[in-house]
């Protein structure tokens, strides 16, 4: 039974301030129409990655102690992220379909239905519904789960599903594999986890430089949202099947294959099982456009994705908290 009290609260406390940070960046170029739009996006999402998130990793890495139930969360959000690509790479690549559409527009799709934002938009939703304390696990699955397959797994299908041949991919200009560990250990924010949960681990926690860094962390998840805003092609938002397909999967598959697999990596219904499920049913990932730009994939169809995919969580959220699946 749906409870309209907590929706109530949950579109009052969360959808209503995220969703005006969200629009405030896609009515910004129309504000000041002297905007340099993809110029400010970068510059945003540097200072995010440079600056504000690794802090509040750091910050959070600093006070968290290593459990089995912290580890499993990012486990159940990978199996569920595999079985959203699985469903995602059968309907697009070994159905009709998909059939027509090109390799670079499917490839995008497949990792678009794997990987949520599940900082940025699973954070905020995490602590309405079960408070502070669970801001550990977006942390830990984001460093443990996300980063690391996107930039594996993630890097594989664009290279390997994302080209007509694969094995002449060099030869027409493409850009080569990256070693991935280089490409992970040049990222501000796993030096900051990894520093964070040093210090946690030796003992050696100031709580003074654990506020500091929280505090200057603070606006990571407001500036996200607005280069969110400035992302999403707003006047071109024309729903696609593909894309709608993507984002069912998303939203609906992936989160209820989570929740399937809590009671077997649990021991019993907790925080940490409900977040592994809030996490694994967030939106398309921003670090999807990153990747077209990189492996010279469809960023139209990234981007909307996206859109798409954002727009319609604020319709399935209420949904999958009135089944019982979100709590």
């Known amino acids: ?44 999402s540097r200072l995010a990655m440079y600056l504000f998130y690794p802090a509040i990793l750091f910050s959070v890495a600093m006070v968290t102690p290593i459990s089995a139930e912290l580890l499993a969360v990012p486990v159940v959000t990978a199996l569920a992220a595999a079985a959203g690509g699985l469903c995602a790479w059968l309907l697009l690549y070994r159905t009709r379909f998909g059939a027509r559409l090109p390799r670079r527009t499917r490839a995008v799709l497949v990792i678009g239905a794997m990987f949520g934002n599940t900082f940025n938009i699973g954070v905020p939703v995490l602590l309405f519904l079960h408070g502070e304390g669970t801001l550990q696990y977006a942390v830990f699955n984001d460093m443990l789960m996300v980063m690391p397959l996107v930039w594996s797994l993630g890097v594989w299908i664009c290279t390997r599903l994302g080209v007509d041949q694969p094995e002449a991919a060099p030869a027409q200009g493409r850009a080569p594999r990256p070693n991935v560990f280089n490409v992970m250990m040049s990222m501000p924010p796993i030096w900051a986890f990894i520093a964070g949960a040093t210090l946690q681990q030796t003992g050696l926690v100031y709580e003074p430089v654990v506020y500091a860094a929280r505090m200057i962390g603070e606006p990571t998840i407001p500036v996200m949202l607005f280069v969110l805003g400035l992302t999403i092609p707003w006047r071109a938002l024309t729903p696609k099947r593909e894309v709608l397909a993507a984002t069912a999967i998303k939203l609906l598959v992936v989160p209820a294959v989570a929740w399937a ?66 709590r």
């Open 261 to 326: 697999l809590g009671p077997i990596f649990f021991a019993a219904p907790g925080d940490a099982q409900h977040s592994a499920t809030v996490l694994a049913a967030v939106p398309g990932m921003l670090t999807l456009l990153m990747l077209t730009d990189r492996f010279d994939l469809d960023a139209p169809a990234a981007a909307l994705f996206i859109g798409w995919s954002t727009i319609v969580f604020w319709f399935t959220l209420p949904v999958l908290l009135g089944l019982g699946v979100l």
């Open 1 to 44: 039974m749906i409870d309209l009290s907590l929706i109530g609260l949950l579109v009052v406390e969360v959808m209503l301030p995220l969703s005006l940070l969200v629009a405030a960046g896609g009515l910004w170029p129309r504000w000041f129409p002297d905007t340099q739009v993809e110029w400010l996006r970068n510059q945003l």
